[in-house]
Structures are given as C-alpha cells and as structure tokens.
C-alpha cells in the first residue's frame, strides 16, 4: 500500500489554492499522507537533529530551544514521495508556473521550553512581489505530530504577505507598533500528522512558546518560480545514483548540486534576530 494518501480525483481547485495563497497566504490538504509515512520521516528527522547538534554549525539556532537543519534530501526516505505528491506539484504549478523548482530541504524542531519568536517574514519582500504583486516562492510544511495548544504552534497573521516592510529591520521584522496588527488576525495551526500546508515565507508569522514535554519537529520543503534566487541560501546536493533513482519529473524540478558523496552542508540561512526571543 502507498504512503502518499492520493486524493480521488486527481484534481485540485485551482481557484481554491490562488485564492488561498493570494489571500491568507496558507493552504492546506488533511490527510496527505499516512501516519506510517510520517512515522519514519520523525525517526530520519530525530536521526539527523542528533547527528547535526554532534558539529559544530550543524543546526542554527533559531530562538531558545529552537533549531532548523537543512538536509540532504536522499536520507529523508519519503523525500521522492513528497515532492511529487500530486497536491504540492498541482499547488507548485498553479501559483510558480510550470517551471518551478525545488531548492530547500530542512526542518524546524522547537524543543521543550522554546519561546515565542518575534514576528517576521522569511526573507526580504523581491520586486516581483512587491511591484508586481506576484508570488515567487513557497514553503510546504509536514508536522511530524498532532499538534496541541501547549506545544508551541505555529502562528500566521493571514493577508500580510502583502505588507510593506520596506522601512523595517531586514525588511523582515516590523516593529513592535506593528503587532496589534498580526496579533488582531493571528491563527494559530494545529495539524495532525499527515496534513500538509503551502504557504508565501512572506506572510507574517512566528513560532509560539512550547509549554509541553515534547518537542515539536515540522519538515520544510522550500520551493521558487524561475526567477527566483532562494537556492543561493541553500545547498541541495543528491549523489548521482540518488539522483537516477528519481522519476523524469521529479529530477526536471529539483535544482541541486549532483556529487559522487555527500558533502556536509554549511548552513547558510542564518537569520541573527530569530537567535533571541521576544520581549
């Protein structure tokens, strides 16, 4: 039986998704996968977190007890599996064109005791968002836990992707006169393994303080259209015999370095004001 829980038919809403990430800025589908498939995703993921804290600059810190870890695709098993689930390729095509590529392969894990992030975006606003009003970039999200109130969810202020940063920190951060806006339209996500979620990197967001005993680990799949640069941050690499092993359409889409062995990554996506917590 396949992991990936296809949806009958094979077709999705393209008015639903363009509106939704035009919208709010965050989509969902419910039951993407089985839990057995997110199952070993949480032991590559725990495997990987433990290997990375063992080097120096292996996971960024990302606020307290907060880390992210970039990684190379082959050692997550299901990493053929996500990137041609028919949602995220249908979601990828509809909002970045048919020539959209993957460049980013990591996760968050925000253990025990994590604080609640400032809000911010991922990266400065490009032109082409700015000035014309097009969306460039997608981050999918797979938690590897159902989510609860008291385990730090993720938090996103809907609509905001549009907001001008412009006169802010980074372009990234906006002042603390701004949070009545984000607080005012905060939603809070609580997924259950298996859910998936695409969302613009754009929209205002944070993670909140994890008040339990369990940590909570969300894969991240960074995608770009073709005029974006986001893989300048990254470093994807597959080995060769990887790389054959994937289907045509899964290798036209992922845009990586291809080595004869894996090489450590060098964590490049540092972002300095996510290192304190929020006042």
Known sequence: MSAVLKP???????????????????????????????????????????????????????????????????????????????????????????NYKVVEAGFDVPLPGAENQPWHRDFKTPAETRVGRRLTSLAFNITTVDVTENMGPFEIAPGTQWDDLSACENEMFPPKSFYHRYEARAQRKMPRMGDISARSALTIHRGTANRSSISRPVFVLGVDSPEANNAAHHDLQVTRAYHASLTPHAREHLTCRIVESLELIEQAHTIEALKKAAD
């Open 8 to 98: 009958q038919p094979y077709q999705f809403d393209i008015a639903d998704i363009m509106g939704g990430l035009y919208g709010d800025g965050i989509i969902g589908l419910k039951g993407a996968f089985d839990r057995a498939w997110v199952a070993r995703l949480r032991e590559d993921i725990d495997m990987l977190f433990q290997e990375a804290l063992r080097r120096p600059g292996g996971a960024l810190n990302r606020g307290p007890n907060r880390f992210y870890v970039e990684v190379h695709p082959e050692r997550i098993r299901g990493f053929s599996d996500l990137i041609t689930h028919p949602w995220v390729v249908t979601v990828c095509e509809a909002v970045l064109g048919p």
